[in-house]
Structure formats: structure tokens, C-alpha cells
């Protein structure tokens, strides 16, 4: 376990030496930041039960920069370790192949998290300023948060197992993007099916983001997004962690 820490300690001081990692979150407060302001504006033109947690994370504000940003922290995972030839000095060390794939993961998985911190105040600003609860309770935003966590566990599995195919950045953030935005498609079938009892709108739903967000956001927690976002994220990993294998092998 040690081992692991040093490890992680490792990607994350990688991950916040690199200026893209300042860039990002720059332009991802900036877009979160509009997102929530164009929220709290049509909330004021208009009447209805929406929340400001619903209006905050429903929109396509949200999801502009929530699919965008994981080619991005991920694409230099094992991408440029590979490239630069340091994956083989990091190999020579005692650590198992299954440490670093972890460790490189989560290390990706903690900037996600750090991107999204901030965004809790803007509700504790909101309250504060206007004396009003920005959801209709407290599940409202344990609701949101947690899918928010589970779809980043998934997609930054993802883009960790894209990065391990490549040894080119660019084509690591296309190929991540790509099967990201390929699931995001799938997950639009649930809307356009006639039928709401439907067996293919049934099964669309297990990849459907907005569905589970828009469930999540009000407080409705179902357990087939959580069994599907968890059970995938340790498919892809150990995916990920076979893919490296090979290609340290083979090398």
C-alpha cells in the first residue's frame, strides 16, 4: 500500500507540474462558472419546481465541458511515459504492474476531482447571498455529486485505457473521446424511443448520463447506474491493466 501512495503522490505532482493542467482548470471554471450563471438567469425568467442544483448540472453548459475534459487529463497517462521512455525506468522499480495502472488512474481520477470542488461554492455562495437553499434537500446534492463521481470513475478509466493503447497524446485524447461521446450517443437513444416501456429504451438507460443525472440532481438514487458506472470502471481497468502488460512485454 505504501507503495501505491508514492506512486499516486507521483502522478499528482506530474499531473500539476504541467502548465495543460493549469489551463484546464482555467477554462473549466470559466465554462462551470457561465453554466451556473446562465442557470441562476433562467431560473429568474421563469416559474417551475427546477432547482438550482437541477438547472446546474441539466444543461448543455455542463456537459460540453464534463465530456471534453477527460481526453485532456488523460491523455498523457501512459501516453507520454511511453514515448519519452521513462514507463521502463518506472518498471525497474519494485512496484507491480497493477500498482501503477492504479496509481496512474487514480492520480487522473483526483485532478477530475479537483476540477469539480470548486463548484460546491457556487451553492454555498448562492444560499449565502440570497438566504435561499439552492436544492429542495440535502439529497439533492449527494444525489449529483455521486453520479458526478461515478461518471468520472468511468471515464477516466476510459481515457487511462486509451492512453495505454498509444504512445501519441493526440490519438489517445481521440480515442477516448471517441468511445466517450460514442456512449454519451447511445445514452440519447432513451429519448427518442416511442415506446417508454420499451426493452431497447429500457437497456439504453444503463448508458444513459442525462438520465441518471436528471434522476441523481432531484434525489432519486437508483442502484442500476451505480452497479452499471462501478462495475464497468473495474471492466475497463483491468482491461487497462492487461493492455500495459502487453505493451511493456512486447517491448
Not at 20 to 42: C, E, P, Q, R
Not at 179 to 188: E, R, S
Amino acid at each position: 500500500m505504501a507503495r501505491f501512495f508514492i506512486l499516486f503522490r507521483r502522478e499528482v505532482a506530474s499531473t500539476f507540474h504541467q502548465p495543460i493542467a493549469y489551463v484546464v482548470l482555467f477554462f473549466f471554471l470559466m465554462i462551470t462558472g457561465f453554466n451556473f450563471h446562465a442557470g441562476i438567469s433562467l431560473l429568474n425568467n421563469g416559474r417551475g419546481t427546477t432547482t438550482v442544483v437541477e438547472a446546474f448540472f441539466n444543461t448543455m453548459y455542463f456537459w460540453f465541458p464534463f465530456l471534453l475534459v477527460f481526453p485532456f487529463t488523460t491523455m498523457r497517462v501512459f501516453a507520454e511515459e511511453s514515448k519519452m521512455g521513462t514507463i521502463e525506468t518506472l518498471m525497474t522499480a519494485p512496484v507491480r504492474d497493477s500498482q501503477v495502472v492504479l496509481a496512474k488512474y487514480a492520480g487522473a481520477l483526483f485532478f477530475y476531482l479537483v476540477l469539480w470542488a470548486p463548484s460546491l461554492l457556487y451553492f454555498v455562495t448562492f444560499q449565502a447571498v440570497t438566504g435561499m437553499n439552492a436544492a429542495g434537500a440535502v439529497g439533492s446534492y449527494i444525489g449529483a455529486y455521486s453520479i458526478l463521481i461515478l461518471m468520472g470513475m468511468l471515464y477516466t478509466a476510459i481515457g487511462c485505457l486509451a492512453s495505454a493503447l498509444t504512445d501519441n497524446q493526440i490519438v489517445a485524447a481521440m480515442i477516448s473521446f471517441a468511445a466517450i461521446l460514442a456512449l454519451f450517443f447511445i445514452g440519447l437513444l432513451s429519448f427518442v424511443m416511442p415506446a417508454t416501456g420499451s426493452l431497447v429504451r429500457e437497456a439504453t438507460y444503463y448508458f444513459s448520463p442525462i438520465e441518471h443525472m436528471m434522476d441523481f440532481s432531484r434525489g432519486v438514487v437508483d442502484s442500476r447506474p451505480v452497479v452499471f458506472y462501478t462495475s464497468s470502471t473495474l471492466l475497463v481497468l483491468f482491461a487497462t491493466l492487461h493492455v500495459f502488460q502487453y505493451r511493456r512485454w512486447k517491448s
